[in-house]
């Protein structure tokens, strides 16, 4: 897969993601998308050392996916981000999570992403594809393009303010806008006329909020279930295992039948004689 084929499924994942959580106001609120979408976020745990080792050989950071008896949870490090590093951690990971990015085994039923460390904000030159997909997924999931130009938001400062981005994505964002609108290419897509659509009831607010509050308070930590089961694992760190690919349904030709297959030799056949008569006749017309 090319790097714009990557930018292209990311993108409208973020619509679809959009779309799917009847999200249609700003700020996005990262923390209720998870929600929506079954994903547990919790803090580091405290005094579990088991999972507390997991979490480190995952490559550690502020904020990092666990995939635990085939349900994904976020564990962020309390303290560590303000609420726009937050948000933007959530989504990113969020983003690796619906994009269904490459993962490796910490131990039996425990994944995690092969990923860098996430620190809140979009990752400079990252060395793996998945992170550059995960940082389109969470600024495009948290300042939608369309929205933007209806508002009128045109850089980096006001992306800020109504978006709840960290600096490096919303000064990406706002590159990316000028683009944008020099090349006219709004509500191109249709999942982006939807989206759109979604939020035209925000739009029509005469004072629309700049900065809502988001600090919703989180769940406490609900490590009981696991603790019976992740005691007895090892901790061996496997072998890198990729995710099973997504089916792909292939265009097959029909096998021709036997009445096709004669009636091929025959015409194979018939144009072998005429080539002969063909060139029997031009060598009698040569030496005549």
């Known amino acids: 897969m090319s790097t714009y084929q990557r930018y292209q499924q990311a993108r409208d994942a973020a619509w679809k993601t959009l779309i799917e959580c009847g999200i249609s106001a700003l700020p996005v609120n990262a923390k209720a998308v998870a929600g929506h979408l079954g994903v547990e976020i919790l803090p580091f745990p405290e005094g579990d050392e088991h999972l507390t080792q997991l979490l480190k050989k995952a490559g550690g950071g502020c904020c990092r996916s666990l995939r635990i008896r085939g349900k994904w949870h976020i564990f962020f490090r309390p303290g560590t981000l303000d609420d726009a590093h937050f948000h933007f951690a959530v989504a990113h990971e ?170 091929r030799k025959g015409r194979i056949l018939a144009l072998s004689v005429c080539l002969v008569i063909l060139i029997c006749v031009l060598l009698m017309l040569l030496f005549t």
């Open 94 to 263: 969020i983003g690796h999570i619906i994009l269904r990015h490459d993962t490796f085994s910490l131990s039996p039923g425990v994944r995690a992403f092969l990923s860098r460390e996430n620190e809140g904000d979009v990752i400079q030159d990252p060395l793996d594809l998945s992170d550059y997909a995960a940082d389109i997924f969470a600024i495009r999931l948290l300042a939608p393009a369309c929205v933007l130009h209806a508002l009128g938001l045109t850089n980096k400062e006001e992306i800020t303010l109504r978006c709840s981005l960290p600096p490096g994505a919303a000064a990406l964002r706002a590159e990316r806008m000028g683009l944008l609108r020099e090349r006219n290419l709004f509500l191109s897509h249709p999942l982006e006329r939807k989206v759109h659509e979604q939020f035209l009831p925000f739009f029509r607010q005469k004072n629309t909020p700049a900065l809502p509050y988001l600090d919703i308070p989180l769940p406490e930590p609900k490590l009981s279930p696991w603790r019976e089961k992740l005691a007895a694992l090892p901790l061996s760190l496997d072998p890198s295992e990729e995710m099973p690919p997504l089916p792909i349904q292939r265009a097959e030709r029909p096998l021709p039948s036997r009445p096709e297959k004669k009636k």
